[in-house]
């Protein structure tokens, strides 16, 4: 039975740190671009990386002289205003955060673009069992993550026209070219046309092509080159759905034999 406590919901989540991804978006109606941190008699429109109680990270752009204005609003109470778009209700759902600017940080190569950090305060009941939903939702995603990947599928299914059998792997400037072979939702091998570089220990991104579609997946390698990837929705449904048509086939030949 989910649990409908906020402090026990806060006890038990509030040290989590969610990642403002498409399954985020999907299953709670997130309106990201309504997005509003009030600082003083400003409202500054931003967009969601992270969030979290300690803290939650959020985009915005900004000038130099903008960014040195804004950093006396570090002192103090600011309000975060949340939006949620409520398809059952035709309407939407407005959550104001007290919150503390803890700092403006320029990100690395994109000009005016900054992180805001922030420690929420307070948080209002409703909104905390409004995560409650969404945490049981992604607690269920991720058991079907862990169960999958005791199911491998190998790189053939669907001759190509699933998954492109080429990839690439990035990290910062260096690109690599790779394979892949056998997978599941935990793992993907990969055949290195040409290693080069220093990719132990990385964080590093795949990219893929799954039904004429690009993914990306962050995750790191394991000690035989295997790509292992972290929690990503897209990959999940991806295998699944492979999963299932298998299963299928498997099952339509069973009963064709005599």
Not at 97 to 104: A, E, G, K, M
Not at 167 to 177: K, L, P, W
Not at 180 to 196: N, Q, Y
Not at 220 to 237: C, R
Request: charged share 25%.
């Amino acid at each position: 039975m989910p649990i409908r406590d906020p402090q026990a919901l806060l006890q038990k989540w509030g040290q989590t740190t969610l990642k403002v991804d498409t399954f985020f978006l999907q299953r709670t109606g997130f309106v990201a671009n309504q997005t509003i941190l009030k600082l003083g008699e400003y409202n500054l429109h931003c967009v969601p990386a992270t969030l979290g109680v300690e803290e939650s990270r959020f985009l915005a752009v900004l000038t130099p002289v903008e960014v040195n204005h804004f950093a006396r609003y570090k002192v103090g109470t600011q309000i975060l205003i949340l939006t949620f778009d409520d398809a059952e209700k035709k309407d939407v759902d407005r959550f104001h955060l007290r919150v503390t600017l803890v700092d403006l940080v320029p990100v690395p190569e994109r000009k005016n673009v900054c992180f805001l950090l922030l420690k929420i305060k307070s948080i209002p009941t409703d909104f905390v069992l409004f995560l409650g939903d969404y945490f049981e939702g992604l607690e269920a995603r991720k058991a079907a993550w862990e169960t999958l990947a005791d199911q491998p599928i190998a790189a053939t299914v669907g001759g190509g026209a699933q998954l492109e059998p080429q990839g690439s792997i990035v990290s910062g400037d260096q690109v690599a070219q790779v394979t892949l072979g056998e997978f599941h939702t935990k793992r993907i091998a990969l055949v290195w046309s040409d290693p080069g570089g220093d990719w132990a220990g990385k964080t590093l991104h795949l990219k893929l092509m799954i039904r004429g579609h690009a993914l990306v997946l962050d995750g790191t390698l394991d000690a035989e080159g295997n790509f292992v990837p972290e929690f990503h929705s897209d990959w999940l449904e991806f295998v699944e759905d492979l999963a299932f048509q298998e299963k299928m086939k498997a099952h339509k030949a069973s009963k064709a034999q005599p």
